[in-house]
């Protein structure tokens, strides 16, 4: 198998070099996986003046998959947009074609404690938000700043971006979406805003047709607003949640914590063959950058979510997964995590303990 690592920047590098270590226990036990870095985000603009390298993006598409770790930085917000560290991520999800991104949020039962929400409204938690990733307000055109005559006539800045998603699209990500419902507790809820956008309007049209093909799958539609709310008033309601990218975004980040940290959330990014790039649901974390303290569990988890979609190996990412349960038992907590009474570690000492769990 071949990987292509693009740790990124900020605490990309800190958290990738965690999964790497785990990688490396199972190549030592002969799993094989070749593994090559590149740049990617920031890291590839100062590496070739562009946030996705030729190289890069040539990488990525010889490998069997792809981890990344995050990009982005203050010192990059104010290069030309094309020149951004995040424009670099969005063409390498549309380049690979990977539409569909998975987000699940799982509270780990010890982690309760360290959710800002009430531990009986977050005990048991186990949602999973299917995100689109390639269409959207993200990439519709036009967008833009331009000037215009405001109401005074004298010409103002006008910005603007185009929330576009045709029914080819709604409906691949929505099949995904049933199947991994019909996996799972067979309910599936659709999000949009459909009471205003017509976008969402086409979104929930297309989505009740694919329900014909899932009999089996109870499917509800809520609007965003609504969901946002309901996700903190009783997130146990849901079972499979699939929505938009925008949406998506928000959603995701908001369910991160409820279990306890934006962290703990890993993520995948599949084309229609499961090919995928796997990534930590959270950012570059520049705040927090090169102190060694960043949690690595959502990347380490993201490995593990390689081995369940593109290497169908659940045993293997059981392995992981259960290295990662262990650790969190043992009262392992990186400072987002951390509460009274548990072991505080490093970004290292953490992957170090969960090599050591497996
Ligand atoms: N997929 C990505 O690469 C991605 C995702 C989101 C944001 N970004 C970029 O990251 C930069 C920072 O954005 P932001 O601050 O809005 O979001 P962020 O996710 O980087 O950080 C938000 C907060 O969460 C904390 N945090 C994030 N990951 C953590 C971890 N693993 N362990 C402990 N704490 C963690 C940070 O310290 C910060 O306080 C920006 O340049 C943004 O564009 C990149
Ligand atoms: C950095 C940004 C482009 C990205 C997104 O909005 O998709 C991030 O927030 C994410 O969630 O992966
Ligand atoms: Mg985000």
Redesign the pocket.
Known sequence: MKLAVLP?D??GPE?VAQAVKVLEVLNKDGMKIEMEHAPIGGAGYDAARDPLPEATLKLARAADAVLLG????PQYDTLDRPLR??RG?LRIRKELNLFANLRPALLYPELASASTLKPEVVAGLDIMIVRELTGDVYFGQPRGIEMRPGPDGRAERVGFNTMIYSESEIRRVAHVAFGIAMKRGKRLCSVEKANVLECSELWREVVLEVARDYPEVELSSMYVDNAAMQLVRNPKQFDVIVTGNIFGDILSDQASMLSG???MLPSASLDENNKGMY??I???????AGKDI??PL?TILSVAMMYRYTFADAATADRIENAVKKVIAQGYR?A?IYTEGCKKVSCNQMGDAVVAAM
Do not use: M, Q, R, Y
């Open positions: 990124g900020g605490i958290i995050a990009v982005g930085g560290p995040e991520l940290s934006i962290g990534e930590p959270h950012g570059s974390a520049p705040d927090i960043a949690n959502a990186t987002d």
